[in-house]
């Protein structure tokens, strides 16, 4: 509340003033003077950066994927592949990106194409580990249309690592999230990979993925 009988500040102001506050004195730890000219404004354009690249954790998914889940007599591989994705890590708050491969094989839905990348967007405009968000995707698939497979391969390069020159060869991560006749039958797994083609070049990949919480070296 603030001090003026019958104004009270909209919450989201309150919050906006906060994240600026501690923009700000986040720059002076770093040693900056947050009055400069150069960084005048920088917390207000900050937080709104931050504000976009955290949007998944406000978006509803029936509402992302309102009106594009269709029933068909369709019973192939449908694959999305390519999809470029931009994340946050959640242990150093830097860029993760890559492309994110999907495929599922529908029982008798299947979700409109458009709206696959809308999806990955949801789950990585939040702060993520790779294995994870490679989980979400494929999660959330099989719950809204029930298909008798689902399959997500996400590749991505990690500016925490690469930035930083750590481990430089691993800043590279593979994950990926079969279920279903992807993680029953060789044959179909192989010819999903078949087709998406990894950058990593192995079809192999599911074996040699990179081991859950690796994808983000956490302990520098
Ligand atoms: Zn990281």
Redesign the pocket.
């Known amino acids: 509340m603030s001090g003026f009988p019958g104004v009270c500040a909209p919450a989201s102001e309150i919050y906006n003033n906060q994240m600026q506050e501690l923009i700000r004195r986040l720059l002076a730890e770093l040693g900056e003077d947050p009055t400069r000219e150069g960084l005048a404004d920088t917390p207000k354009r900050v937080e709104k950066a931050y504000k976009f690249l955290t949007s998944g954790y406000d978006a509803d998914i029936d509402q992302v994927l309102n009106n594009a889940l269709f029933t068909v007599d369709y019973s192939e591989m449908v694959i999305v592949k390519d999809i470029d994705f931009y994340s946050l890590?959640?242990?150093?708050l830097?860029p993760?990106f890559g492309k994110c491969h999907v495929a599922y094989i529908p029982t008798t839905k299947v979700i409109g194409l458009s709206k696959i990348p809308r999806l990955v967007d949801v789950f990585a405009r939040r702060l993520q580990v790779q294995e994870r968000l490679t989980n979400q995707i494929a999660n959330t698939i099989r719950d809204k249309i029930a298909p008798m497979g689902v399959a997500v391969v996400m590749e991505a390069t990690?500016l925490?690592?690469s930035m930083r020159g750590v481990e430089k060869q691993n800043s590279f991560a593979v994950t990926s999230a079969m279920a279903g006749v992807f993680r029953d039958n060789a044959r179909t797994r192989m010819e999903f990979l078949e087709l998406i083609k990894l950058r990593s070049g192995a079809a192999g990949v599911v074996e040699q993925r990179t081991p859950a919480g690796l994808a983000?070296?956490?302990d520098y």
Do not use: K
């Open positions: 890590c959640e242990h150093h830097l993760f990690h925490c690592m983000c070296v956490d």
